[in-house]
């Protein structure tokens, strides 16, 4: 059995979101429902438990562009923080073969600015499979050391799980991982 101590139960109400963080409100005050700024709420009974050493445990409302509101002494239950597509992308993304194969371009030129690449994503049921031809200049192993961490079977086999990685395409962010099978090689 779990015993709340007032230890515990402070460290459960202290407030998780800084000052500033994009909110969804949906508590008892059906009037103020929508999205909102938060900062730790600083009315007397707040300042003076914040005096005494205690957490803060409640919220104060802001306006969008950062005002003071009428809504204060918000339970931390009652606010839901807003994700960005940006961080929804980065924490739940497995990114597409063509996605990838735009990072795995940028990622070639960079490191082997004189040779020309073509990555191409495969069709139908090599659709997560990519394809990279060049002529001249690096051999396979390494054009093989800048592919093989996009491939979602690299590293150890108790690991298998390739690095993390940013691309702009299209004036967009994306993040995540590969989800690349197999890269083929061909010098031509």
Known sequence: MNTITPATDASYLALRLPAGTRVTYRGTLEEAHGEWLVSPCNCRHCAASTFFGRPARRYELLTPDGRPSPYAHVRHTSVTPVVSDREFQYATCRLAP???????????????????????????????????????????????????????????????????????????????????????????
């Open 98 to 188: 063509k996605i990838v194969a735009v990072h795995l371009r940028k990622q070639l030129r960079r490191a082997f600015p004189d040779v020309k690449f073509s990555v191409r994503t495969g069709r139908g049921k090599e659709m997560p499979e990519l394809s990279v031809t060049w002529t001249g200049g690096p051999g396979r192993t390494a054009v093989s050391t800048v592919t093989a961490p996009l491939l979602h079977t690299y590293g150890r086999s108790e690991e298998r799980r390739p690095a993390r990685i940013s691309v702009t395409h299209a004036g967009r962010d994306y993040h995540g991982t590969p989800s690349v099978a197999a890269i083929t090689l061909n010098r031509a």
